[in-house]
């Protein structure tokens, strides 16, 4: 019954991360198909003497000239433009949501210095700064943007900027952050741990007015706090998988918190 509880007050938090499906050409393909052909990247890149071409990397080559982008080590800003021809380049799947923010990897972040990275490739990338460009530069801003605002809100969240740096650290095992199956015991739901949920949901739903109610959310935000640093001390520590159950039980608590501020909501 306290699982089944639990998982009516906490939703599934998951994340997806799939690759691209690579290009396969049917069998009995002529060698002229269009399918063979050169992208139109590779018209662009100037031909060198014994005939390769300067500077081009395939898709990581510049849409306009074909120049090498900007690797995900540069400054945020100079990464999202042509190096050569400084036009807008399209979104680069390769780069996680720190890189494309230029941040540092980790999971401790500084809230105003992520708003200040969000803020100036917000500026330089509003489709506005593109209205006289070509149509590719116009769709590769709102989709550079809309990108931004993804990591944006993805690393704001401790909870989610956890969950995704965890696949980071560990990709492609399963569970991470994930409901568990019916009659499975969650590593998180220690005896402990379920008490805590229930007796402050119980406290939830039997509060009357808003003094009561922020004496639950004390409680809640005091937790999360906890869960917080031990998060941080796992993954510092080079332990990743320690933060697993760990941001299991961020997830029911930050439900909790969820809940209370619907209630404090006016009716």
């Known amino acids: 019954m306290l699982r089944g509880l639990l998982r009516r007050v906490a939703p599934t938090v998951t994340l997806r991360v799939e690759a691209p499906s690579p290009r396969v050409l049917s069998p009995g393909t002529p060698l002229s198909s269009r399918a063979l052909r050169p992208p139109s990247w590779a018209a662009a890149c100037p031909l060198l003497p014994a005939g390769r071409r300067a500077f081009c990397s395939g898709p990581s080559g510049c849409w306009r000239c074909g120049a090498e982008r900007a690797s995900g080590a540069e400054e945020a800003v100079a990464a999202f433009f042509c190096p050569s021809c400084r036009a807008l380049q399209p979104p680069d799947r390769r780069r ?6 230029g941040l540092q990897r980790r999971y401790r972040l500084d809230a105003e210095q992520l708003r200040r990275s969000v803020r100036r490739l917000q500026r330089e990338l509003h489709p506005d700064n593109f209205s006289r460009g070509s149509e ?3 769709r590769f801003s709102e ?3 809309a990108l931004v605002n993804e990591a944006y809100g993805t690393l704001l969240r401790p909870l989610s900027r956890g969950v995704y740096l965890l696949r980071l650290e560990l990709p492609g095992e399963a569970g991470l952050g994930e409901e568990p199956e019916s009659g499975q015991a969650d590593s998180g739901e ?4 379920l008490a805590a949920v229930l007796r402050l949901n119980e406290r939830l739903e039997e509060a009357r007015g808003p003094e009561e109610i922020g004496q639950v959310s004390e409680e809640v935000e005091a937790r999360l706090r906890e869960l917080d640093a031990e998060v941080a001390r796992a993954f510092e520590g080079g332990r990743p998988r320690d933060a697993l159950p760990l ?9 909790l918190g969820d809940r209370i501020k619907e209630r404090l909501l006016p009716r």
Not at 190 to 193: A, G, K, L, Q
């Open 136 to 138: 590719d530069e116009r």
């Open 96 to 101: 996680d949501y720190f890189q494309l923010l």
């Open 190 to 193: 220690d005896p402990t741990f």
């Open 143 to 145: 989709e550079q943007s």
């Open 247 to 255: 941001l299991k039980q961020m997830r029911y608590w930050s439900s």
